[in-house]
Nanobody
Framework: QVQLVESGGGLVQAGESLRLSCAAS????????MAWYRQAPGNQRELVAT???????NYADSVKGRFTISRDNTKNTVYLQMNSLKPEDTAVYYC???????????????WGQGTQVTVSS
């Protein structure tokens, strides 16, 4: 009963920008951490950035200074602004939310279906 839907991926040239969005919907009591991961062909899924419910953020070293994660708690949505994109940023980008569906249950992790980002050189 929880769905995360990503959007905003596409094909861009090196140096350009993209903005990804991920909206959570369904039975949601509260959302804790929201995060973006990515997975390139042949590689393991890696953490790109996280943001807590209070707005604290953390980034992978490879994207620091280029990517910015933000969230709109009123819309249950997390964003990833990606600037100065490089070919090595090419991957499927996934969002993850740690949330509670109801107050008396433990929180759990929910994933989106992924959106492709391709950066050409």
């Amino acid at each position: 009963q929880v769905q995360l839907v990503e959007s905003g991926g596409g094909l861009v040239q090196a140096g350009e920008s993209l903005r990804l969005s991920c909206a959570a919907s369904g039975t949601i009591f509260s959302i804790n951490t929201m995060a973006w991961y990515r997975q390139a062909p042949g590689n393991q899924r890696e953490l790109v950035a996280t943001t807590t419910s209070s707005g604290a953020t953390n980034y992978a070293d490879s994207v620091k200074g280029r990517f910015t994660i933000s969230r709109d708690n009123t819309k249950n949505t997390v964003y990833l602004q990606m600037n100065s994109l490089k070919p090595e940023d090419t991957a499927v980008y996934y969002c993850k939310a740690n949330l509670k569906m109801v107050a008396w249950r433990n929180s759990g992790d929910y994933w989106g279906q992924g959106t492709q980002v391709t950066v050409s050189s």
